[in-house]
């Protein structure tokens, strides 16, 4: 007993575990609490010390409504009495899923315009917070190919009308000034982030409206190799700029051309049209260019189009072959279950899923469209992502990464959310509920970790875990409702963790195997 004592004191004294993070700086704003960051100061998340918890400890991350912000003690293994009908979470290390790719954010215009409005030192803060080890880890980014709603005016790589040999192509103002200096202080502080993109229109010459946006303008047949050419110029010009392009979609969100007076950039793709254009041409062509490693993802758009569009899709064998996964978004997910991505990742377990748009405030009924502070908001997120991974996502990549207080700017005046908004009058950000919900994964599921098997049948508590390259188990948990409880997290090799579990709280809990 008194050996145990001494043993414990020892290891509280020389466990120096996380005194050195900056702690969250919170304020009180319309809806919740927000962590405010500026030029000087930001709160962090340091490795700890150990950095994998000795045999026997957990470490124990909790944000919760009531204002923790990825505060961090310690439980232990075997040391506590939990009662008889104590729901019971039982990780099994030995069934294995999808192997993670990570999580991120988009590098939009408005992300640009918007971190550009603060100082220099500001703006390193932000990148730092998303993409430093004492922040998020994102090792993920998309970057849209020319111009989205986000922008403030409708553009392409080439406005020059029929300009067939693709001239006049070039980059935009907006790529230099917003977009890749940003980018690439975000590949410094991680050089292993890896970058998606997706083009929203072609330019209005190759598609049969004529137009950026509207009804039904598809891509002229005759255009089909143009617009590859087009695509890998694309990738050619942000090589040249030092940044490489994992990924490319067949465009964002085809099924808006079908909506009437949707504003948005926007190209129309049926299941037969895209398949052709990537059988023949995009799939070839890349193949033949130096760009041959770049995959295309199917898609980029809503759930309820699964499993139908990406079966049709892969009838065409030559299409299935040149696809390496399918990109999904996350904004009618309400509607629809996620088990419409196992029957995906059944039609062929070779192609990934990757979730690679959401944000909150997008809906109609949404206002205000920025709710500074708003915890449901990021539960909203944090019970998304654990979805997805239970439902064979490899990744989950956030939309803008910064907007400002009215959630633009947007040419078309489609405001939504951010995790970040800034407030340039005072050069600081806010950090909002959904930064922390995305950082439980991003910060500890690093890339390469598997997802492994954990019961997620308690209706208040919402569970999925991992285990990483090094071997630690990471389990993240939601307590979805307004009181404590306890659970007990037992793990078949280290027994069991009792677990108080806060009114709406995100739980990351760490330990080695
Ligand atoms: C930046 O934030 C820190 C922590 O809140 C504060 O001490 C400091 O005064 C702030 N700096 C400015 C210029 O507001
Ligand atoms: C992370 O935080 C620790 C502790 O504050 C600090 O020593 C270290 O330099 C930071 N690392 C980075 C990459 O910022
Ligand atoms: C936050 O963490 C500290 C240990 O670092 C712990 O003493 C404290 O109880 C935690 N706060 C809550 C509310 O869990
Ligand atoms: C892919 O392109 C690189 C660089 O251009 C080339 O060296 C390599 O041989 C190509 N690989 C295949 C499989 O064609
Ligand atoms: C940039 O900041 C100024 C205030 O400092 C503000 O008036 C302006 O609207 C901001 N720009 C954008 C695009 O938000
Ligand atoms: C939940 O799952 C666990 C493990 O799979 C199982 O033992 C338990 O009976 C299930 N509970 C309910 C209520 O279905
Ligand atoms: C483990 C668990 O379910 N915890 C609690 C979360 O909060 C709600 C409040 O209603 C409880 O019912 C849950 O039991």
């Known amino acids: 007993m008194e050996y145990t004592k001494t043993l414990l004191l020892l290891t509280f004294l020389f466990n120096k575990g996380n005194t050195q993070a900056n702690d969250c700086v919170p304020r009180e704003l319309d809806f919740g609490i927000v962590c405010v960051c500026n030029a000087t100061y930001c709160d962090d998340t340091p ?13 124990w991350y909790v944000s919760s409504k009531s204002g923790l912000r990825l505060n961090l003690s310690q439980a232990h293994f075997n040391s506590c009495e939990a009662s008889y009908n104590t729901p019971v979470l039982t990780v099994d290390p030995s069934r294995r899923y999808q192997t993670i790719f990570g999580f991120g954010g988009a590098f939009t215009d408005s992300t640009g315009i918007n971190i550009k409005n603060l100082s220099r030192a500001a703006q390193d803060q932000i990148i730092r917070t998303y993409f430093g080890r004492n922040g998020s880890r994102y090792s993920l980014g998309r ?67 004529h137009r950026i946006n509207g009804l039904l303008g598809f891509l002229e047949r005759k255009y089909y190799r143009t617009y590859v050419d087009y695509l890998i110029k694309f990738l050619q010009e942000y090589k040249n700029n030092g940044i490489d392009i994992w990924g490319i979609s067949t465009g964002n969100e085809p099924t808006n051309a079908f909506v009437p007076f949707d504003r948005l950039n926007v190209m129309a793709w049926t299941p037969r049209t895209v398949s052709e254009w990537v059988a023949d041409y995009a799939g070839p062509m890349l193949e033949n260019s130096e760009f041959n490693r770049t995959k295309i ?47 995906t990742h059944n039609l062929s377990p070779d192609k990934f899923i990757l979730m690679t748009e959401a944000c909150t405030g997008a809906n109609i009924l949404d206002n205000p469209k920025v709710a500074l502070g708003s ?9 998304s992502i654990i979805e997805y991974m239970n439902h064979w996502g490899i990744g989950w990549i956030d939309w803008n990464l910064v907007l400002n207080r009215q959630g633009g700017p947007n040419w078309i005046d489609n405001y939504v959310d951010a995790p970040i908004i800034v407030n340039p009058e005072t050069d600081e950000f806010f950090k909002q509920p959904m930064y922390y919900a995305l950082k439980h994964f991003s910060r500890f599921v690093e890339r390469g970790s598997v997802r492994i098997n954990i019961n997620n049948n308690l209706s ?54």
Request: hydrophobic share 35%.
């Open 297 to 343: 993802l199917l898609l980029d758009d809503q759930i309820f189009e699964l499993p139908w569009a990406a079966a049709k899709v892969f009838q065409n064998p030559k299409a299935k072959h040149y696809i390496s996964g399918t990109a999904v978004h996350w904004y009618l997910d309400q509607f629809f279950s996620l088990s419409i991505l196992d029957d």
């Open 47 to 59: 490795d700890n010390d150990p950095k994998i918890p000795e045999s026997g400890t957990v470490y």
């Open 460 to 513: 208040n508590v919402k569970s999925t875990a991992f285990v990483t390259p090094s071997n630690e188990v990471v389990v993240v948990l939601y307590n979805k409702s307004n009181r404590e409880e306890d659970v007990v997290l037992e793990d078949p090799n280290n027994g069991p963790v009792c677990l108080k579990l806060l009114p709406y709280s995100i739980n990351t809990i760490i330990y080695a195997q």
């Open 375 to 383: 915890w449901e908001r990021g539960q909203e997120y944090v019970l």
């Open 143 to 209: 970057i849209p190919i020319g111009g989205t709603d986000f922008s403030t005016r409708p553009y392409t790589y080439d406005d020059s009308p029929s300009d067939v040999l693709l001239r006049y192509f070039s980059l935009a103002p907006e790529d230099y000034k917003y977009k890749i200096p940003y980018i690439r202080r975000a590949i410094e502080l991680n050089p292993d982030v890896r970058f998606f993109s997706s083009a929203w229109s072609a330019p209005s010459w190759m598609k049969t409206n």
